[in-house]
């Protein structure tokens, strides 16, 4: 029946019937699976437990062979003597405990999370750096004796990274093997459906990591709309029939996308009394999900979004000494760049070589954005503002090149520098292009919540210019939400070899 839309002629298809009609066959089978998954050769608790003792034996060898490298291989660089393995004992010590310390704190140790293996190594690699930085600081505030080789932590540090990367990356391929995947894996099943089930749907389906077995959808409310269903999207039966589903395809968690409450209720201690997890895919939010996050105000929880990256000050603290490096460094080496094309422009077209041009900024607050002059003077007389198109007769010659290698765009680490613009960031829009837009594409204000960047996750996925924005926006909300600072160098990286509808 997969794909299909299952007709509902009964009237009762919203109730949820009672356990009495599944056979003592499906409820054996079910307990069978979940023994199976509790015993003590295959739990998965026991896998966490194994990933904790292989961080714990990587972390000290990074020690041992920070030490080595240090005090045999490196023992000239520096007026270091060649000290005895056991009066650096306590430091290496140390720092197994508090590098463990970092791991852990970025919530790796979780049954739920053993299969992704590159949201692991992401984690790691920040705890690495973060325990590297700290671990020194540490050291040379306490004046311990022997003092701390700033050389042994950088070594450290890189051993640690290179060393958990490997066993990680032996350990996930040890674990994908169907016997261990089988008991990994969370038996998922969706209650009703709508837009957000179909973007979930199609997210754990394309999961590299596997962490997710989709089993199919239950019908809540009488589906017909058989255009809107995924023709992969298995049904599995209805509502009333959820006790029987559950036995029969031995579901590990609930994802309720459209249910009235008393049902959505009633579910809900379903799977408390049958150790099912419960998830809701709540449809009132639509952007910054996220930044999702249940508090509670005199007494009365509340779900809402009041959490995004860049409302930390330590994130936004850490994000502007990147602009502020990154924009001085940029001026410097693109000097010789800025005159050369400087001069070609004058050369082409007479002055002016730079171009000020108004945009939206943080919060919508206004600027003038700087670039080298890449069209001709009069390119919007008459016409007004609008779009750079593929071949545009607008561009000078050397207009053409400076936007296909976005040379044009240099100037604007002056902007970066003055704090109006980061390097990496939705892209700032002119207000007479973009007047209209909040009002006609969901959510486009929203992507003023940062500072606009020089190029930005959109960018380098090719929507620039003339392009469709309802992705563009979805890329910039995506930014938004996952924001860190290695995210932002990958995307700067990207930059110089990502330049579709760059003209």
């Given at each position: 029946m997969s794909g299909a839309s299952p007709s509902n002629s009964k009237s009762d298809r919203m109730l949820i019937?009672?356990?009495g009609a599944v056979t003592g066959n499906l409820l054996q089978k079910l307990e069978e699976r979940r023994a199976l998954k509790a015993s003590g050769t295959a739990s998965p608790h026991l896998w966490?437990?194994?990933?904790v003792l292989g961080d714990l034996v990587m972390a000290i060898a990074a020690g041992y062979a920070a030490y080595w490298l240090r005090f045999h291989s490196l023992k000239d660089f520096g007026n270091w003597d060649d000290l005895a393995l056991r009066q650096y004992t306590g430091h290496m010590t140390l720092g197994t405990l508090t590098l463990l310390l970092a791991i852990g704190w970025q919530g790796i140790y979780h049954r739920n999370v053993l299969l992704r293996n590159r949201w692991i190594a992401s984690k790691m690699a920040k705890a690495v750096l973060i325990w590297t930085l700290g671990f020194l600081a540490m050291t040379l505030a306490l004046k311990l004796t022997p003092p701390i080789s700033r050389v042994f932590v950088a070594l450290n540090g890189s051993c640690a990274l290179l060393l958990l990367l490997s066993w990680r990356l032996i350990f996930n391929l040890f674990l994908h093997q169907p016997a261990r995947l089988k008991t990994l894996q969370q038996r998922t099943l969706f209650v009703g459906w709508n837009e957000d089930a179909q973007r979930l749907w199609n997210t754990l389906s394309t999961d590299k990591a596997h962490a997710f077995e989709l089993i199919g959808w239950v019908d809540a409310s009488g589906w017909r709309d058989s255009q809107a269903l995924p023709s992969?999207?298995?049904f599995v039966g209805y509502l009333e029939d959820i006790h029987r589903v559950i036995a029969r395809h031995e579901v590990d968690m609930i994802v309720v996308a459209d249910l009235p409450r008393q049902q959505l209720v009633e579910l809900a201690n379903i799977c408390e009394r049958e150790?099912?997890?419960?998830?809701?895919a709540p449809s009132v939010f639509r952007i910054f999900v996220s930044g999702l996050s249940l508090e509670t105000i005199a007494g009365t929880p509340v779900l809402g979004v009041n959490r995004l990256p860049l409302d930390s000050t330590l994130n936004v603290f850490l994000k502007r000494?990147?602009?502020?490096?990154?924009a001085v460094m940029g001026l410097l080496l693109s000097a010789p760049l800025i005159a050369f094309f400087g001069?070609?422009?004058?050369?082409e077209s007479g002055r002016p070589i730079f171009y000020h041009q108004r945009r939206w900024g943080m919060n919508g607050v206004p600027f003038e954005i700087i670039k080298i002059r890449s069209m001709k003077l009069d390119a919007e007389a008459g016409k007004g503002a609008q779009w750079c198109v593929q071949d545009d007769p607008r561009r000078l010659k050397v207009g053409a090149f400076m936007r296909k290698w976005n040379i044009d765009e240099v100037p604007q680490f002056w902007n970066v520098l003055k704090g109006q613009m980061s390097l990496v960031g939705p892209r700032p829009e002119r207000p007479e292009l973009i007047a209209a837009f909040k009002h006609e594409i969901p959510h486009y204000n929203a992507r003023h919540h940062a500072k606009p960047g020089m190029t930005g996750?959109?960018?380098?996925k090719g929507l620039r210019g003339d392009t469709d924005l309802s992705e563009r926006?979805?890329?910039d909300l995506w930014y938004l939400e996952n924001w860190s600072l290695w995210l932002d160098i990958q995307i700067m990286f990207l930059t110089f070899f990502k330049r579709d509808n760059a003209y």
């Amino acid at each position: 029946m997969s794909g299909a839309s299952p007709s509902n002629s009964k009237s009762d298809r919203m109730l949820i019937g009672t356990p009495g009609a599944v056979t003592g066959n499906l409820l054996q089978k079910l307990e069978e699976r979940r023994a199976l998954k509790a015993s003590g050769t295959a739990s998965p608790h026991l896998w966490v437990l194994v990933s904790v003792l292989g961080d714990l034996v990587m972390a000290i060898a990074a020690g041992y062979a920070a030490y080595w490298l240090r005090f045999h291989s490196l023992k000239d660089f520096g007026n270091w003597d060649d000290l005895a393995l056991r009066q650096y004992t306590g430091h290496m010590t140390l720092g197994t405990l508090t590098l463990l310390l970092a791991i852990g704190w970025q919530g790796i140790y979780h049954r739920n999370v053993l299969l992704r293996n590159r949201w692991i190594a992401s984690k790691m690699a920040k705890a690495v750096l973060i325990w590297t930085l700290g671990f020194l600081a540490m050291t040379l505030a306490l004046k311990l004796t022997p003092p701390i080789s700033r050389v042994f932590v950088a070594l450290n540090g890189s051993c640690a990274l290179l060393l958990l990367l490997s066993w990680r990356l032996i350990f996930n391929l040890f674990l994908h093997q169907p016997a261990r995947l089988k008991t990994l894996q969370q038996r998922t099943l969706f209650v009703g459906w709508n837009e957000d089930a179909q973007r979930l749907w199609n997210t754990l389906s394309t999961d590299k990591a596997h962490a997710f077995e989709l089993i199919g959808w239950v019908d809540a409310s009488g589906w017909r709309d058989s255009q809107a269903l995924p023709s992969n999207l298995p049904f599995v039966g209805y509502l009333e029939d959820i006790h029987r589903v559950i036995a029969r395809h031995e579901v590990d968690m609930i994802v309720v996308a459209d249910l009235p409450r008393q049902q959505l209720v009633e579910l809900a201690n379903i799977c408390e009394r049958e150790m099912i997890q419960f998830k809701l895919a709540p449809s009132v939010f639509r952007i910054f999900v996220s930044g999702l996050s249940l508090e509670t105000i005199a007494g009365t929880p509340v779900l809402g979004v009041n959490r995004l990256p860049l409302d930390s000050t330590l994130n936004v603290f850490l994000k502007r000494c990147l602009d502020i490096v990154g924009a001085v460094m940029g001026l410097l080496l693109s000097a010789p760049l800025i005159a050369f094309f400087g001069f070609m422009v004058w050369w082409e077209s007479g002055r002016p070589i730079f171009y000020h041009q108004r945009r939206w900024g943080m919060n919508g607050v206004p600027f003038e954005i700087i670039k080298i002059r890449s069209m001709k003077l009069d390119a919007e007389a008459g016409k007004g503002a609008q779009w750079c198109v593929q071949d545009d007769p607008r561009r000078l010659k050397v207009g053409a090149f400076m936007r296909k290698w976005n040379i044009d765009e240099v100037p604007q680490f002056w902007n970066v520098l003055k704090g109006q613009m980061s390097l990496v960031g939705p892209r700032p829009e002119r207000p007479e292009l973009i007047a209209a837009f909040k009002h006609e594409i969901p959510h486009y204000n929203a992507r003023h919540h940062a500072k606009p960047g020089m190029t930005g996750w959109a960018q380098v996925k090719g929507l620039r210019g003339d392009t469709d924005l309802s992705e563009r926006i979805k890329c910039d909300l995506w930014y938004l939400e996952n924001w860190s600072l290695w995210l932002d160098i990958q995307i700067m990286f990207l930059t110089f070899f990502k330049r579709d509808n760059a003209y």
